[in-house]
């Protein structure tokens, strides 16, 4: 069967240090793979989309991997700080219009 | 980045009314928009895909009847629950997906039917 799991519902990490996520899938073949961010009351914001020929992307604090032989997205935030708790999604894109989403994982960022 | 809104934010209606709810994308043409529903702790649960000028394509189990949706440009979706039932109430939320791939999320609508 197809599933999405990302690796922890919660995370709580210290200010400063670098969060990472991790979203596997099984049963799918994504060309793309994006990452977004939902608070509480509010939709999903886009954060990063990484193509499945590409290893890595960043923007700013940000860093996604994409290993499609692992079947694994790692998603990352370096210099984490309080106002980035929030919950993160990943969500897969076969190209057939529309996405497929993890379950998310709520991340805690403690100063 | 780019702007998807949604019109109104919240709303509660009387059970038995109808209410419509705007999706815009204000700085880009998408080529589809899709409307999702979200219950409290939950996934985002897609209800149907629509692409401008033609019939939405609906999930499975989502009654086209009763949740009408109207593509009637490149930039405007509309979703409208008719007959509302307390049941309806949940947080619908819009997407627009860009040229390049990436699908970007309206702020969400807070239904709520009493």
């Known amino acids: 069967s197809q599933k999405i799991e990302q690796n922890s519902e919660a995370l709580n990490i210290q200010e400063g240090k670098t969060a990472t996520l991790t979203c596997n899938y099984t049963?799918?073949?994504?060309?793309?793979l994006q990452w977004y961010r939902q608070d509480p009351g509010r939709g999903p914001v886009f954060l990063l989309l990484?193509?499945?020929?590409?290893k890595e992307k960043r923007k700013e604090r940000l860093k996604v991997t994409f290993d499609t032989t692992l079947k694994q997205s790692l998603f990352h935030i370096t210099a984490s700080q309080p106002a980035d708790s929030a919950t993160y999604l990943c969500?897969?894109?076969?190209?057939?219009?529309?996405?497929?989403f993890g379950t998310g994982t709520r991340l805690t960022v403690i100063p | 980045g780019a702007v998807v809104s949604q019109h109104p934010s919240w709303v509660i209606c009387k059970s038995g009314t109808s209410v419509k709810i705007e999706c815009r994308s204000l700085?880009?043409?998408?080529?589809?928009m899709f409307w999702y529903r979200q219950f409290p702790k939950q996934s985002l649960m897609l209800m149907a895909t629509?692409?401008?000028?033609?019939?939405?394509?609906?999930e499975q189990g989502v009654e086209k009847d009763k949740f009408l949706i109207n593509h009637a440009s490149l930039t405007l979706s509309t979703l409208t629950v008719t007959s509302a039932h307390p049941e309806d109430s949940s947080f619908y939320i819009c997407?627009?997906?860009?040229?390049?791939?990436?699908?970007?999320f309206g702020p969400g609508t807070r239904l709520t039917v009493t």
């Open positions: 629509s692409n401008e000028g033609s019939k939405a394509t609906y």
């Open positions: 700085d880009f043409q998408a080529t589809t």
């Open positions: 990484i193509r499945e020929n590409e």
């Open positions: 997407s627009a997906k860009a040229r390049t791939y990436e699908q970007y």
């Open positions: 049963n799918y073949s994504p060309a793309y």
């Open positions: 969500a897969l894109d076969t190209g057939a219009n529309n996405l497929f």
